[in-house]
C-alpha cells in the first residue's frame, strides 16, 4: 500500500510562513498547550561536535488535539559564514499522529525554526516587557538578531535600535538591515554597557560562553530576553543579575536548568531552588506571574522547545497544502 508524502521547500514555506501577529499566536498557544501538562515532549537530543564549533539538535513534542507531531533536526555550525554558509540549517518531519506515518517533508534549511523562535521572543516581550519601550537593544548581529527584533517591535513598537557585536561591522551591516525592514534607527552601539543604559528591553543573541550582558549593568525598568543560551556551555547572561529580577521566566525549567541561563545562575548559586517558577506558558495564561511594574527587571530564559516545532510545522504545512504548493511522493 503507497502513501503520500508532501515536500515543501524553504522557499514556499516562506510564502505562507513569516514573522507576524500570526506566528506569536501560534507559539503562544503551543506554550499554554505546554503548561497544561498534557502535552508529549522529550529531552532534547543534543550533540555538540566541537572541532568544527557545531552543534546538532533534535526536538519534538505531541500537542494533544493536533492530527500530527513535528519531529525537528536543527544543525548549528558557526564557523560556515567563514566559507559562505549560514550558520543554521535542518528540516522538520510531520508525522501523524494517528498512525505514526510521515505526512510530509519541510525542507526548511532552519527557516522555521528561526520564525518560531523569533515569535517566541517576541510573546516574551509582550508579556514581561514594560508597556512603553523608546529604544530596545539587541546583542548579536546573526539572522535572530534580525528576526527577534522585528518580532518585538511588532508588540512594543520602538522608534530606536542598538545593536552590539563583537565585529563592529558586522554590527553596522545588521543595524542597517533593521533600519530598512522596520522603518527605525538602528545604529551599531560599541559599547555594550551603554547599549543596554539606554534600552528599556534587551535581546541576547549570541553563542557564548562567556556573559555579554554584566549585572552591574541593570537598570529599573529592562526587559531581557535571552536566547542563545541553548545548549551547556553557554552562557549570555551574567549570574549576578537573577538576584535583582522581579520575575524570571524560562520556557521550559527542566530545559533552562541544563541547558539556558538558569544553569549558570545555579551552578553560581545566585538562584538556589527553581520551586515556584512560572514557565512561560503559566505566564501566557496568567500575566501576573510575569512583569507586575514598569519599574521592574525581567528576564526570560528561550532555550527553545518541541511544542513550538509542533505547532509552527502543523500551521506552515495546513497553510501550504491548502494553497497546493509542493510536490507529493509515493512512499
Known amino acids: 500500500m503507497t502513501r503520500d508524502i508532501h515536500i515543501l521547500t524553504e522557499a514556499e514555506l516562506r510564502r505562507f510562513v513569516s514573522v507576524d501577529e500570526t506566528a506569536i499566536d501560534i507559539v503562544a498557544k503551543a506554550f499554554a498547550s505546554l503548561a497544561g501538562g498534557e502535552v508529549i515532549m522529550p529531552p532534547i537530543l543534543s550533540m555538540d561536535i566541537p572541532s568544527e564549533h557545531g552543534e546538532v539538535d533534535v526536538k519534538t513534542a505531541y500537542i494533544p488535539g493536533f492530527d500530527g507531531f513535528a519531529v525537528k533536526i536543527s544543525p548549528g555550525f558557526f564557523n560556515n559564514p567563514k566559507i559562505g554558509l549560514p550558520s543554521t540549517n535542518g528540516l522538520m518531519i510531520l508525522f501523524s499522529a494517528k498512525t505514526g506515518v510521515v505526512e510530509a517533508v519541510l525542507l526548511d534549511n532552519g527557516y522555521l525554526t528561526d520564525v518560531r523562535t523569533a515569535a517566541a521572543g517576541g510573546l516574551a516581550a ?3 516587557a514594560p508597556s512603553v519601550v523608546d529604544t530596545a537593544g539587541v ?47 538602528a545604529v551599531a552601539e560599541t559599547d555594550p554597557a551603554q547599549l543596554v543604559a539606554e534600552s528599556q528591553l534587551v535581546v541576547t543573541t549570541t553563542p557564548s560562553a562567556e556573559a555579554v550582558l554584566k549585572a552591574d549593568w541593570l537598570h529599573p525598568g529592562l526587559h531581557i530576553t535571552a536566547m542563545g543560551s541553548d545548549q551547556t556551555g553557554k552562557n549570555e547572561i ?15 525549567i527542566s530545559q533552562c536548568e541544563i541547558l539556558g541561563e538558569l544553569r549558570s545562575a ?13 514557565e512561560l506558558g503559566q505566564v501566557v495564561l496568567d500575566p501576573s506571574l510575569g512583569r507586575k511594574s514598569d519599574q521592574d ?17 502543523t ?9 497546493g504548493a509542493g510536490v507529493t511522493v509515493e512512499a
Open 126 to 128: 509582550k508579556l514581561m
Open 139 to 185: 546583542m548579536g548581529t546573526g539572522a535572530q538578531a534580525r528576526l527577534q527584533i522585528e518580532a518585538a517591535h511588532l508588540v512594543r513598537p520602538f522608534k530606536k535600535v542598538l545593536v552590539w557585536g563583537r565585529d563592529a561591522e558586522k554590527a553596522r551591516a545588521c543595524a542597517s538591515d533593521i533600519a530598512a525592514r522596520l522603518g527605525v534607527e
Open 238 to 252: 551574567d549570574p549576578n543579575v537573577f538576584p535583582h529580577l522581579a520575575a524570571y521566566v524560562p520556557d521550559r
Open 266 to 278: 545555579l551552578a553560581a548559586g545566585t538562584v538556589k531552588t527553581t520551586e515556584g517558577l512560572p
Open 297 to 313: 527587571i525581567t528576564l526570560c530564559d528561550l532555550t527553545g522547545t518541541g511544542a513550538q516545532d509542533t505547532a509552527i510545522a
Open 315 to 323: 500551521y506552515a504545512f495546513a497553510a501550504a497544502t491548502k494553497a
